[in-house]
């Protein structure tokens, strides 16, 4: 099983405001979920990816496929964006890449976890957002993506 999600796409993703995410095509074994990360300040993401787990990573080093990927805002105080941002950035080092995206949900916020865990456990646990649009029992990329709480800030 091979994830893509950890670079060599096609452009940068661009600066971004502490606590937005972007979001990307990427897949797993032929599936496409997506990948998302955060903006831990206006030119460093943090997001979880295979062989590494959770990194931080200057947004010109971010690939991303043009004309797929976006830059999204949680509507949430700037605190609580700030917050969370944090959060996702306390975990470099200490939480590996997990490719359990089916259950997810169910999992503890601390320990092994994948990129649509990590920027949905950093907003629930920061702001009490739950950014999964469909509530299924995994939480998936396209699903942060979606959310009802993410306003689009830019297409790439």
Partial sequence: MQARGG??????????????????????????HGHVGMYYNAETVVESVPKKGVRTLDYENRKVDKGDAQVRSVNTTTAKRNA???????????????????????????????CAKL???????????????????????????????TTLVRKI
Avoid: C, M
């Fill in 119 to 149: 920027v949905w456990s950093a907003y629930k646990l920061k702001s009490g957002l739950d950014l999964d649009i469909d509530k299924g029992s995994g939480v998936y990329p396209r699903d942060i993506r979606d959310a009802k709480d």
């Fill in 84 to 114: 969370a941002a944090d959060w996702a950035r306390s975990r470099v080092g200490k939480d590996d890449y997990s490719y359990n995206f089916a259950t997810n949900r169910k999992t503890d916020h601390t320990g092994d976890k994948n």
């Fill in 7 to 32: 670079g060599g796409d096609t452009v940068p993703v661009g600066t971004g405001v502490k606590g937005q995410i972007y979001y990307t095509a990427s897949e797993t074994a032929y599936l496409n």
